[in-house]
């Protein structure tokens, strides 16, 4: 159970995201669950009016346990510690469970594992702290318990916490840019994500790497905001596209190139308990791996995702 006096007025769902440093979709279902009261009184409606000096009190369900769910992958493990796990996802695998997946996701993984995780972000977000699409591979952090997952929620809004991402694109940037265009919903096309004015705001920037055949570049991208499919937005509105997404319009064979290629390479963050800078490199995936190696100058690469100056590359963003 955690409480807070509060120092300003309004709504109960506003004022809780704020404190927890999470959002009003994530808050609005601890409303719902009766989880949420003020000044002892429990509430369930996120327009709820809230005073100063009101106590507004809450806590988090126990994770319930799911249905078993037929597992027949396996996920490295690139960090684990008694508050959090980082990950190298695999391309295919679904995050968490959502009505429309049928499929084992990352979360029935962990629950299999019997992983301590959060709940935050209610029971079919086990401990996932931010997401990466299917087809997206790359590091992603988990947290094990409430206290571990608002303190890693609270970096990514501070930025204290973020990831370079690797990617192959199907015609070279003209210079490194920074997109800064909202985006939202796709009104023709449910499946797909673009920049609309009534969007929610995002920010990217982009890295030139490599020149490599056929025309493909190899680029470094990095988060400013985490909107769904933002890095393929942004770059389609540059004209780019990243091979493997046909999506977005990369055109060719799906065949030939099985999936997007677009790799979560370096995370950063600060350990919640010790305080502790600290950074995780997530290895490129065999399909990534063997296209670079056959299309690019495999020593040009090694220099150029060097973890040690990668972020540089970003600096005058």
């Not at 506003?14 to 719902?32: F, G």
């Not at 009766?34 to 106590?55: I, M, R």
């Not at 594992?113 to 997206?136: A, M, P, Q, Y």
């Not at 004015?197 to 570049?217: S, Y």
């Amino acid at each position: 159970m955690n409480n807070f006096k509060t120092t300003t007025s309004g709504r109960i769902d506003k004022l809780l995201a704020t404190e927890l440093n999470v959002s009003r979709n994530q808050v609005e279902k601890l409303v719902k669950d009766g989880l949420v009261s003020v000044n002892d009184k429990v509430v369930t409606k996120t327009s709820y009016k809230v005073l100063v000096d009101d106590v507004i009190t809450y806590e988090f369900k126990e994770a319930e346990k799911r249905e078993p769910v037929e597992i027949d992958f396996d996920v490295e493990i690139l960090y684990e510690d008694d508050y959090l796990l980082v990950i190298n996802k695999p391309s295919g695998l679904v995050v968490h469970p959502a009505p429309s997946v049928k499929e084992a996701t990352l979360v029935d993984w962990l629950i299999q594992k019997g992983i301590s995780l959060s709940t935050i972000s209610g029971e079919e977000r086990h401990g996932i702290v931010h997401r990466i699409d299917k087809e997206t591979t790359g590091a992603l952090v988990v947290a094990k318990d409430n206290k571990t997952h608002e303190a890693l929620s609270a970096q990514l809004q501070d930025k204290s916490m973020g990831r370079y991402y690797l990617a192959l694109i199907d015609c070279p940037l003209k210079d490194d840019i920074a997109v800064d265009k909202p985006i939202g919903r796709n009104p023709k096309n449910r499946l797909m994500m673009s920049v609309v004015p009534e969007g929610r705001n995002a920010k990217t920037a982009f890295v030139k790497l490599l020149p490599g055949k056929h025309g493909v570049e190899l680029i470094a991208a990095k988060l400013f905001t985490g909107r769904t499919h933002q890095i393929r937005v942004h770059l389609n509105t540059l004209g780019r596209h990243i091979l493997g997404d046909d999506l977005y319009g990369f055109k060719s064979k799906r065949g030939k190139i099985a999936r997007v290629n677009l790799h979560a390479y370096l995370l950063y963050l600060v350990h919640p308990e010790s305080g502790e800078k600290m950074e995780f490199v997530s290895p490129l995936f065999d399909d990534m791996k063997v296209y670079i190696s056959k299309n690019f100058d495999q020593g040009e690469v090694d220099e150029k995702i060097n973890p040690l100056t990668l972020g540089a590359g970003f600096s005058h963003f």
